[in-house]
T-cell receptor
Framework: DVKVTQSSRYLVKRTGEKVFLECVQD?????MFWYRQDPGLGLRLIYF???????EKGDIPEGYSVSREKKERFSLILESASTNQTSMYLC?????????????FGQGTRLTVV | DQQVKQNSPSLSVQEGRISILNCDYT??????FLWYKKYPAEGPTFLIS?????DKNEDGRFTVFLNKSAKHLSLHIVPSQPGDSAVYFC???????????FGEGTQLTVNP
């Protein structure tokens, strides 16, 4: 089975802190994604990457950056955390070249910014 | 601009009956559609998918129907079980690929 692992289940950070969310997948997948889930808004794409050192902006990239130094690892960085970034963050990966298709998700990180 | 829309935030059905979850889309370039199921404090898990060249795909108790002319898809669960209680997300991908666009989700509650 594909395993997508996010480093933390729950995080509490202070406003203005730099926050790192880590994601690792073990299936040699090309594509990796970061989404956030908010009630009534569904899952919104923040950033994605289809290759090492490549990144593309999703629908809501403002306030975030990403890093993909190795194929299996995709990090989401909140440069200066704000309370409106309190959310559930979900990492996903998929193996189809150039297509998301059937993406596999991690267990999520519930981030609270106080 | 919400390209994938699930108009019902919640649905409640009795155990053993049929659950029908609906999804509408606006982007004609979508060619692949998926349903994901999500329990609280867990990531979404893939349930079933359908390509735009088909109008129906079945997997056990789950069937997805696609009506391209109406830009509408639905997920049927028969018979519904209490363990099916979860949030269901509809998702779609364009022909050009590389990303999934999700709907808002529908909370399904199956009552014993």
């Amino acid at each position: 089975d594909v395993k997508v692992t996010q480093s933390s289940r729950y995080l509490v950070k202070r406003t203005g802190e730099k926050v790192f969310l880590e994601c690792v997948q073990d299936m040699d997948h090309e594509n990796m994604f970061w989404y956030r889930q908010d009630p009534g808004l569904g899952l919104r794409l923040i950033y994605f990457s289809y290759d090492v050192k490549m990144k593309e902006k999703g629908d809501i990239p403002e306030g975030y950056s990403v890093s993909r130094e190795k194929k299996e690892r995709f990090s989401l960085i909140l440069e200066s955390a704000s309370t409106n970034q309190t959310s559930m963050y979900l990492c996903a990966s998929s193996g189809s070249k150039g297509r998301a298709l059937k993406a596999f998700f991690g267990q999520g990180t519930r981030l609270t910014v106080v | 601009d919400q390209q994938v829309k699930q108009n019902s935030p919640s649905l409640s059905v009795q155990e053993g009956r049929i659950s029908i979850l609906n999804c509408d889309y606006t982007n004609s370039m979508f060619d692949y559609f998926l349903w994901y199921k999500k329990y609280p404090a867990e990531g979404p898990t893939f349930l079933i998918s359908i390509s735009s060249i088909k109008d129906k795909n079945e997997d056990g108790r789950f069937t997805v129907f696609l009506n391209k002319s109406a830009k509408h898809l639905s997920l049927h669960i028969v018979p519904s079980q209490p363990g099916d209680s979860a949030v269901y997300f509809c998702a779609a991908e364009e022909t050009s690929g590389s990303r999934l666009t999700f709907g808002e989700g529908t909370q399904l509650t199956v009552n014993p």
